[in-house]
Structures are given as structure tokens and as C-alpha cells.
């Protein structure tokens, strides 16, 4: 017998039939004996559907108003939901997050969770309740409900199965799990049985949007030992885990992730004395501009080149204030290229195993693609390159480290 919090997001809430086999599902577990409280999304495609009512009653709508309207949609999902376990015999109780005391910070729209109170969960679990939370939401010190930015549900997820201490924190999605890469790219794309929580950060933060980066953070700091697996089918996903539980796999490589929509800028032929490389990225940052991957080359010639890149969407922008900069510092010119990408190689395995980024290099070299930038961390290889190679960067990749095969010389060293 477990306790366990179970999140389901918004396309497992989005019909009544859906609905129903969720409160199925959750039955079973019921009937193996393990106390279980449900964190719920609002159906899909609800929070969009109440933040455009609010667009067509102002531009920007008070953030206060906003969290009240948003949170509807969640309050709507655990209705329904504790009604369906109610109708299969099952006790369950609703709650909102003010209801339970979800007490979070005054930040409207992008609260931030500061304190949970469990004794009302345990005691309904106490009397053999399935505890139906609402995700995505929480009430500040003066009673103000507040919602913890799209996505939140993970984190409430997370955060209750902190709280409560329980033995696994289960996100239930549309996907069967965290793979070694876009199986959308790569046919034979492998479900990871097992990754670090670093691991998972950066390949959630480089595009593998399978969770919420902040809950991937919370459920770190408080290890919670986090599973991501599919409503729809049976598996056991895939455990988020600390490293050291993680050893038995130990594969040097967890898998590649790639980023579209990126923008490279290079500020060519600035002086090279203290304070450019402040000069050139701070006003970009100011405006709320984010910056990634930044190179700059070694003098020789007593001028440098700073390049970086931004969002494609942002790069225009970025480009304009460059151009300003330039002037003002007599740089050489500002080049704008919009047709890069980033593709990235993570693993904790990178730490204890040398030749990665060799082996990396090989591979692309031998499928001739030309890599733009190089950029390492402790965990992760990144690379900028045409965005026409992606697709065929990701591939070349996945094969060099034999990703598909869960014995490959990958594993288990
Ligand atoms: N309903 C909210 C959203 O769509 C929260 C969530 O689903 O996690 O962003
Ligand atoms: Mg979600």
C-alpha cells in the first residue's frame, strides 16, 4: 500500500468519456489498497478558451481577475471527476487550492507555491477518500486566489506530493513517457525507463516539453521520485529519479534534444577592451530579450566578434538594437542569420566518460554537416548549426550513440 498523487492533464480530463476512464483508472489503484490523491488539469483547450473571453473584455485584463476567471476551469475537471468515482462506489472529495491552503505568493498569473497545508488531505484519506485537488492553482496570505502560470499542474502535482510525503508523484500525459529523443524525428526514438532529474531539466528546458520545468525543479529539490506515463495506455513510463538511483542503467547518453525558431547574431569587429561583452548583450537582455548560447572569439587583431542567439521571433528585434550598438562602439557590421537551430546531447553519463564530444563531432562530420558554435556544460554538448540539418543531425546522433538499443554500447558500462 502507497500513497500516491496522480496528476492528469488536460487532454486525459477533455471529454466525460475521458473523464470516466481517468475515475476507471484510478479505481484499480483504489482497489490495490493505495491512497491516492488526484491533481486535474482543466479540460483541454479551457484555458485558452477563458483567457480569449478576457481578451475580447480588455487588451491586458487586471492579473487578479484573471487568476478568478482561470481557475474555474480546474474547479469545473474535479467536479466531474470525484462524481464519477462517487457513481463506481468510491468515497471522493473535490478541493480547490485555497480549500486545501495551497498558500502561495502574491504574484498573480505566476504565483509561486510557499506552503502547503496537509491535514485536510490526510484527513480524508484517513476516511478512505480519493482526494480530487484542483492543479494550477493557490490562495495567497490575504484569500486571493492565484494561479501558478500555464502548466502549473505539474507543479501542483509535485508540490502536494512533497507536502504529503507521498511514495511516487505519477504525471499522467498523451505520451507514454520521456524518450531518447523527438520520436517524430527518430522512428526508433527509445522510452527511457529511468533519468536524472538534470538529465530531464535539460532536455525539458531544450525543447522536450513533456513537463513543466519548474515542477522537473521542485520535485529535485525535494526529491520527489517523479513518474511520467500514459492515461491511454499501459506502461510504466518513465521514473525521474536521483542519480545515484539511476546507477544501475548508468548510460553515458540520455538523449538529444534539438531546438527550432532560434536566430544567431554576431556583432563583428568590436574593440577588445573590458566591458563589450557587457555593452553588447546587456541592452539586448533589458529588454526582456533572452539570450543563449554567446561565443566570443580571442583578439587578434585587437578587435573581437560576439555572437549569440536569441528566439527567431525576438531576432528583429534584437537586430535593431545591435545595430544602435554597433554605431555607438564602431563595430565592423551586425549579421543576422535566421536559419539555425540548436541541436543538444545531454546525459550525466558525460561526467565519468571521455570521447563523447569526439564521437559527436565524428558524426556529424560524416554526414558533412557544418557545426556554427559548440557550447558544453557538465551534462550537455550543444551545437548550432543550418536548420535545414536538424533533422538529419538528430538522426546521425541517435545512430553514433546507439540510442535505440536499450543494450547498446550506450549502456550499462
Ligand atoms: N490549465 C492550465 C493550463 O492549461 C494548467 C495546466 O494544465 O497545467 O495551462
Ligand atoms: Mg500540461
Do not use: W
Not at 110 to 123: G, L, M, P, T
Not at 159 to 175: G, K, N, S
Not at 261 to 290: F, M, N, R, W
Not at 355 to 380: D, R
Amino acid at each position: 500500500m502507497a500513497l500516491i498523487v496522480q496528476k492528469y492533464g488536460g487532454t486525459s480530463v477533455g471529454s466525460i468519456e475521458r473523464i470516466e476512464a481517468v475515475a476507471d483508472k484510478i479505481a484499480k489503484f483504489r482497489d490495490q489498497g493505495d491512497d491516492i490523491v488526484v491533481v486535474v488539469s482543466a479540460m483541454s483547450g479551457e484555458t485558452n478558451r477563458l483567457t480569449a473571453l478576457a481578451h475580447e473584455v480588455m487588451d491586458q485584463p487586471t492579473p487578479r481577475e484573471m487568476d478568478v476567471l482561470l481557475s474555474t476551469g480546474e474547479q469545473v475537471t474535479i467536479a466531474l471527476l470525484c462524481m464519477a468515482l462517487e457513481k463506481r462506489g468510491y468515497g471522493a472529495r473535490s478541493f480547490t487550492g485555497g480549500q486545501v491552503r495551497i498558500l502561495t505568493d502574491e504574484m498573480h498569473t505566476k504565483a509561486r507555491i510557499r506552503e502547503i497545508d496537509n491535514s485536510r488531505i490526510f484527513a480524508q484519506l484517513e476516511q478512505q477518500n480519493v482526494v480530487v485537488v484542483a492543479g494550477f492553482q493557490g490562495v495567497d496570505e490575504a484569500g486571493n486566489i492565484t494561479t501558478l502560470g500555464r502548466g502549473g499542474s505539474d507543479t501542483s502535482a509535485v508540490a502536494l506530493a512533497a507536502a504529503l510525503e507521498a511514495d511516487e508523484c505519477q504525471i499522467y500525459t498523451d505520451v507514454q513517457g520521456v524518450y531518447t529523443t523527438d520520436p517524430r524525428i527518430v522512428e526508433g526514438a527509445r522510452l527511457l525507463s529511468q533519468i536524472t532529474f538534470e538529465e530531464m531539466l535539460e532536455l525539458a528546458s531544450l525543447g522536450a516539453k513533456v513537463l513543466q520545468i519548474r515542477a522537473v525543479e521542485f520535485a529535485g529539490k525535494y526529491k520527489v521520485p517523479l513518474r511520467v506515463l500514459s492515461t491511454f495506455e499501459e506502461g510504466p513510463g518513465t521514473l525521474i529519479s536521483l542519480e545515484e538511483d539511476t546507477a544501475m542503467e548508468d548510460p553515458s547518453i540520455a538523449g538529444i534534444a534539438s531546438e527550432r525558431d532560434e536566430a544567431k547574431l554576431t556583432v563583428a569587429g568590436v574593440p577588445d577592451v573590458p566591458g563589450i561583452a557587457y555593452k553588447v548583450i546587456g541592452p539586448v537582455s533589458d529588454e526582456g530579450i533572452e539570450v543563449d548560447v554567446i561565443v566570443q572569439n580571442a583578439a587578434i587583431d585587437g578587435t573581437n566578434d560576439v555572437t549569440f542567439t536569441v528566439k527567431r521571433a525576438e531576432s528583429d528585434k534584437a537586430k535593431a538594437i545591435l545595430d544602435k550598438v554597433a554605431a555607438s562602439l564602431e563595430a565592423r557590421e551586425v549579421i543576422l542569420d535566421k536559419k539555425i537551430c540548436k541541436v543538444s546531447l545531454v546525459g550525466v553519463g558525460m561526467r565519468s566518460h571521455a570521447g563523447i564530444a569526439s564521437k559527436m563531432f565524428k558524426a556529424l562530420a560524416e554526414e558533412n554537416i557544418n557545426i556554427q558554435i559548440i557550447t558544453t556544460s557538465e551534462i550537455k554538448i550543444s551545437i548550432v548549426i543550418e536548420e535545414k540539418y536538424l533533422e538529419l543531425a538528430v538522426r546521425a546522433l541517435h545512430s553514433a550513440f546507439n540510442l535505440s538499443d536499450p543494450d547498446g554500447e550506450n549502456s550499462s558500462k
